[in-house]
């Protein structure tokens, strides 16, 4: 049987906006956020600057940094492929690729019939 | 008619300790207005000195600030309202600027409700009381609020303005000095803000302090802070959750505004006749374009009795697509810019995950072209600003534009068949800050409001913020409240004076 499809890829733009954090700032992590202002985005942080909880899913790596979404978040986006990608702009949220002028923004398809079958189940993010 | 750009300063820097001064490291950034997506002016990229040098200043302020009478701090928020309702239309223009919102709210919503919070949080103040028990005839019990001291407050850029003053006025109000971090979106109105109220010279030094700069330059050392006894903070769930680790780990006070996805729930009664209520009801439903979308109360959810739902669904697309979206600073716009750029991509994006998701485009669906606002000053229209057409999806709530907060002007309809399902389709999302219901029925009128999960339910009237109206969350769109008195409550604690009026030892040892 075919491997599952990645739930998460990243664009050229968004790896080289990641190469360059993480040899400034080490290790990374992605957590996709909800609500308001700057919500529906995705931050990114050093590992383990935010504290993951049994109520997180990781979802896969995203360029060798793994990425985790709220689980009753993910109940609406699981049938989706997310691609990670940038846009020039300021959000203001804590995420890491602010002071460089861009804004890691998430695109959306829907997984195929086939895709969706091959799928496997995401894993709870801490214990 | 169009009013002036204001001429602002090419360079902002940070306000401590009573005085401008420039950031610590020297370094700025690029400031774009979203009006034409320029830069306009730069703006201190402050860094965790200059965290620390705002809360030397304000722990220096605090004693004499938490001693000042109820009486002097409300003459002195009274007169920040004076001098921002003396200067009420530069402050909307700056703030258009700043944040792209068409000048016809900032006059008219913005501006006023800053005015109103500040004298609504001096009044509120000279009226507050401490109480007294007798707990027997010799022994008494006081309970006396005193601030917390030094507070941290991160705003967001909806509404630059307005944000600030339901953050400072209460925190000041209570006795509090504080640090504010406005949003790097949106620094100047805020600032042009302070230089009308330094002018005044009315509030002591160290008091308010505007620290501009990134988020994790300048928010997360200000949230982690074990220098600060309250954090408040507007914005998404992530950070929300980032900052309250923060303050774990000094058992720091937090409040937490983190958003919505609103539901606007209509009832066929409101049908039952025309005129007015029919019109105030159409209006509510077009109220998600309101602010560009920008609002944590966005309504954006639009739910209909199925029984009216063909009638009603197309006299709200008739009224939708008349909005005017155009150059914020023309009289007649009713919709501006997005405040950014990366906002403006994502609201596209969703654009497109409401249609890979089946949901049917009843108007909008695209950005406006064709904007032309003349840019930072060269006169030459721009066609560069971040507008888009204020859009209605149809679908059902289980889709992801019916279940995320996308910020822009756009709402998503359903149908329901009866009160049963208005309410299960309601709560069926993770957020709980705002709902409207609209019906003509007595019934309805008080139980639905009453079933629904959410903090705020407006009831036949949508995107009112009176200042003595509390605002805040249910489930995942926080706690803690803004706006009305019991506000002060988050900004304060109880100090219990147990006094013994009995001169007899109580024989123990």
Known sequence: MPSSPPRVVATDDAKAVIDQLRERHGPLMFHQSGGCCDGSAPMCYEQGDFRLGTSDVYLGDLHDCPFYMARDQFEYWEHMQLTIDVEEGRGASFSLEIPLGVRFVVRSRLFSDDEYARLEPVEQAAS | ?509
């Not at chain 2, 007169?79 to 258009?96: K, M, S």
């Not at chain 2, 001291?149 to 209570?174: D, E, R």
């Not at chain 2, 679908?395 to 149908?415: A, Y």
């Open chain 2, 1 to 509: 008619m169009i009013y002036d750009r204001p001429s602002l300063q090419d360079t902002y820097g940070n306000y401590i300790d009573g005085a401008f001064v420039e950031p610590v490291d020297g370094e700025y950034f690029d400031n774009p207005s979203p009006i034409d997506g320029e830069t306009y002016c730069q703006v201190a990229r402050s860094s965790d000195a200059d965290v620390e040098r705002a809360l030397d200043a304000a722990h220096a302020a605090k004693a004499d600030w938490g001693r000042v009478p109820a009486s002097e701090r409300a003459q002195i928020l009274n007169a920040i309202a004076d001098i921002t309702e003396e200067n009420l239309e530069y402050l909307a223009r700056v703030d258009t600027v700043d944040n792209g919102k068409p000048i016809r709210e900032t006059l008219n919503a913005d501006l006023p409700l800053v005015v109103d919070h500040f004298r609504y949080f001096a009044g509120v103040i000279r009226a507050e009381e401490g109480s007294m028990a007798e707990l027997d005839s010799d022994t008494v019990a006081m309970h006396v609020p005193e601030p917390l001291g030094v507070v941290g407050q991160i705003i967001p850029w909806n509404f630059p303005l307005l944000m600030a003053a339901w953050k400072i006025a209460p925190a000041l109000a209570a006795g509090n000095c504080t640090v504010v971090k406005p949003a790097e979106q949106t620094p100047v109105s805020i600032m042009e803000w302070l230089r009308l109220v330094d002018e005044a010279d009315v509030l002591p030094d160290g008091v308010l302090n505007v620290v501009q700069g990134y988020g994790p330059e300048v928010g997360k050392p200000l949230a982690q802070s074990d220098r600060i006894a309250k954090v408040a903070f507007t914005g998404e769930t992530t950070t929300g959750r980032l900052v309250m680790q923060y303050a774990s780990e000094n058992l720091t006070r937090v409040t937490m505004e983190l958003g919505g996805k609103s539901p606007n729930v209509f009832f066929e009664s409101v049908q039952n006749a025309d005129g007015s209520f029919w019109d105030k009801a159409l209006e509510g439903a077009a109220m998600f374009a309101l602010n560009q979308g920008e609002v944590c109360t966005c309504p954006s959810r639009i739910l209909v009795q199925e029984s009216i739902a063909d009638a009603f669904t197309e006299a709200v697309v008739e009224r939708v697509k008349n909005i005017t979206v155009g150059h914020p600073l023309d009289s007649e716009t009713q919709v501006g810019a997005q405040a950014s750029n990366d906002q403006y991509k994502k609201i596209q994006n969703y654009f497109e995950v409401g249609r890979e998701e089946g949901a049917e485009v009843l108007t909008g669906g695209e950005v406006a072209e064709g904007v032309a606002v003349a840019a930072g000053g060269d006169g030459e229209p721009a066609d560069k600003g971040y507008y888009i057409k204020p859009t209605i999806f149809r679908g059902h709530n289980k889709m992801r534009v019916f279940q995320e907060e996308i910020f822009g002007p756009v709402t998503s309809l359903t149908t329901f068949k009866d009160v049963d399902e208005a309410i299960e389709i309601s709560n069926d999302t993770l957020y709980g800050l705002g709902a409207g219901v609209w019906t003509r029925d007595a019934h309805e009128l008080y139980r639905v409001p009453r079933a629904i999960e959410a903090g705020r339910v407006w009831v036949n009237c949508y995107h009112l913020y009176p200042a003595h109206a509390a605002f805040g969350g249910y489930k995942k769109s926080g706690f803690g409240r803004e706006n009305h008195k019991m506000m002060l409550d988050h900004y304060r604690q109880t100090k219990n004076m147990l006094v013994s009026y009995d001169e007899e030892p109580m024989g123990f040892f």
